[in-house]
């Protein structure tokens, strides 16, 4: 038994309001998206992983003793991280305006 394949054009006003697809109505908000190309996001969270490890810096020692210096090496590897992922939106919000696809 084959795989039935369906592809519905379905085609939308310039206006938001309601759209009609098949047997159902939808309400649609005029609303502008609030990131789109993921920058501030990804500032938002390099910044609280950073912030985070600077202020468990002066508990070294009480986090040594407790074993849990992982905490200071998991929020620095989530700043590193943060890094990349900031330099990949930069890079595809570059290529998005430069009219490029980009590449994952």
């Given at each position: 038994?084959?795989?039935?394949?369906?592809?519905?054009?379905?085609?939308?006003?310039?206006?938001?309001?309601?759209?009609?697809?098949?047997?159902?109505?939808?309400?649609?908000?005029?609303?502008?998206?609030?990131?789109?190309?993921?920058?501030?996001?990804?500032?938002?969270?390099?910044?609280?992983?950073?912030?985070?490890?600077?202020?468990?810096?002066?508990f070294?020692?009480?986090?040594?003793?407790?074993?849990?210096?992982?905490?200071?090496?998991t929020?620095?590897?989530?700043?590193?991280?943060?890094?990349?992922?900031?330099?990949?939106?930069?890079?595809?919000?570059?290529?998005?305006?430069?009219?490029?696809?980009?590449?994952?």
């Amino acid at each position: 038994m084959g795989l039935l394949r369906y592809r519905a054009v379905v085609e939308l006003p310039s206006e938001p309001g309601q759209h009609e697809i098949g047997n159902r109505t939808y309400i649609v908000a005029n609303v502008e998206p609030l990131d789109v190309d993921g920058i501030r996001t990804v500032q938002v969270g390099l910044a609280i992983w950073f912030l985070t490890f600077l202020a468990l810096l002066p508990f070294w020692g009480a986090l040594a003793d407790a074993d849990r210096t992982w905490w200071l090496w998991t929020c620095l590897a989530g700043s590193g991280l943060g890094l990349f992922g900031l330099d990949y939106c930069r890079r595809l919000k570059a290529a998005r305006s430069a009219g490029r696809p980009h590449r994952h």
